[in-house]
């Protein structure tokens, strides 16, 4: 009886002690659950680095479709197409700026040989370049002797214009008569040929130049029709009847025609050198020997 007694205590024993233990055993696991919980949240709520992307994604998602409802994106490639051109309207340092001075009458040319020329010294390397230009009293429509009608790049009496380092006076029909009694046009050229480094006209150019006053010191040449009109009209000028055209300081005037290529080319090898001369007249089709070619530098 007694043996009984001890062996119903032991097995209530080991039942309590078993409840114990899967109690315990449950506690913990509900802990562990409820643990994990807490820590979900907390993630949640933290920076979780998918969800990082997922809201960058969402932002970016979000200011395209604000973009494109509003025309930004546009804008946006608009912005960056005018910074680009902003960059490249800078004026390069490393060019010379030429003014060809245009209007009505302007002959044709006196005006596209040098123009042609100097253009092309772009397309050499190594060289200080030249940009090309047109300048009137106007930004309206000018006419040519032959017909071309012709836009400005810019009008020189509003003020607004590249500097200009070689200034070219192309002959122009009434270069002998109305054309000089245009003072702002006179007083234009004579403010630019003092801080030009080079002032060049063809053909009846010249007498806008004499008519400015900056050829009394100077000897010129015009287009051999007009060297009598020339030396009449201006007495006090040291006229060259031989030459083709002539350098003298910084102005060069020549007789025009289809010596504005000749003496332009002579420009080109005065600055950059026989090889860049040769290598313009070649890509032009045109004889070019200097040594052939009646001309004069005036040494000061």
């Not at 608009?78 to 051109?85: K, Q």
């Not at 200009?164 to 006179?186: C, G, Q, R, T, W």
Request: glycine content about 6%; some cysteine; hydrophobic content about 40%.
């Amino acid at each position: 009886m007694a043996n009984f007694k001890n062996v119903k205590s032991s097995v209530i024993f080991l039942f309590q002690a078993a409840l114990i233990l899967g109690f315990l055993g449950m506690f913990n696991y509900y802990s562990q659950i409820f643990d994990k919980e807490k820590t979900d949240d907390k993630i949640e709520q933290g920076d979780k680095p998918e969800q990082l992307v997922s809201q960058a994604i969402e932002k970016v998602e979000t200011e395209e479709t604000g973009l494109k409802s509003s025309g930004g994106e546009d804008a946006v490639v608009e912005s960056s197409i005018e910074a680009e051109n902003s960059v490249s309207r800078k004026e390069p340092s490393e060019v010379y700026n030429v003014a060809f001075l245009i209007m009505d009458g302007v002959y044709n040319t006196e005006l596209t040989a040098p123009f042609d020329v100097f253009h092309h010294t772009k397309f050499r390397k190594h060289i200080k370049a030249m940009k090309v230009f047109t300048i009137a009293n106007t930004m309206e429509t000018v006419q040519t002797f032959e017909g071309i009608k012709l836009l400005p790049d810019f009008n020189y009496l509003q003020g607004t214009y590249p500097r200009i380092d070689i200034l070219v006076i192309p002959s122009a029909e009434h270069h002998l008569d109305s054309d000089l009694e245009d003072e702002a046009m006179l007083e234009f050229v004579r403010q630019t040929a003092d801080s030009a480094s080079y002032v060049m006209s063809h053909c009846d150019g010249s007498f806008v130049l004499a008519k400015a006053g900056l050829l009394d010191t100077r000897e010129s040449t015009t287009f051999p029709g007009d060297l009598d009109a020339y030396s009449k009209m201006f007495p006090q000028l040291k006229v060259n009847r031989e030459a083709l055209f002539v350098h003298d300081g910084k102005f060069i005037t020549s007789a025009g025609g289809a010596k504005s290529f000749e003496a332009s080319l002579y420009l080109a090898q005065y600055l950059y050198g026989k090889k860049i001369a040769d290598e313009l007249a070649k890509g032009m089709v045109i004889d070019w020997d200097l040594n052939q070619i009646p001309h004069k530098y005036v040494k000061h």
